[in-house]
Nanobody, 126 residues
Framework: QLQLVESGGGSVQPGGSLRLSCVAS????????MAWFRQAPGKEREGVAC????????NYADDANGRFTISRDNANNTADLQITNLELEDTAVYFC???????????????????WGQGIQVTVSS
């Protein structure tokens, strides 16, 4: 059974940076499309970034503005999300998600992700 565990969250001031890490166990992520979602208080969960099986295709939310970078390390079975220049609006619970049977050079937030981490809090405040 695949399990996803996030780490790296916390509290940070506006303009700061964080690197969230997602460690998978029970299954090799080589065969999984990986993604990060987030859910802010009072809002629906939204896609932040996804990365294809090959690692060559990434997609980001329209308002990412170049501040988010998703990466994958198949050897270590991890998928990370680097966030720079954090804004107050980035405060949310961030979730790692995985989707099996994806296309090698494709990823989308609108696909159904079968596996989810428990989420990790990111709080941006001054």
């Amino acid at each position: 059974q695949l399990q996803l565990v996030e780490s790296g969250g916390g509290s940070v001031q506006p303009g700061g940076s964080l690197r969230l890490s997602c460690v998978a166990s029970g299954f090799k992520i080589d065969y999984l499309v990986m993604a990060w979602f987030r859910q802010a208080p009072g809002k629906e969960r939204e896609g932040v970034a996804c990365i294809s099986l090959s690692g060559t295709v990434t997609n980001y939310a329209d308002d990412a503005n170049g501040r988010f970078t998703i990466s994958r390390d198949n050897a270590n079975n991890t998928a990370d999300l680097q966030i720079t220049n954090l804004e107050l609006e980035d405060t949310a619970v961030y979730f790692c998600a995985a989707k099996p049977k994806g296309l090698i050079h494709y990823c989308s937030f609108s696909d159904t992700y079968m596996y989810w981490g428990q989420g990790i809090q990111v709080t941006v405040s001054s």
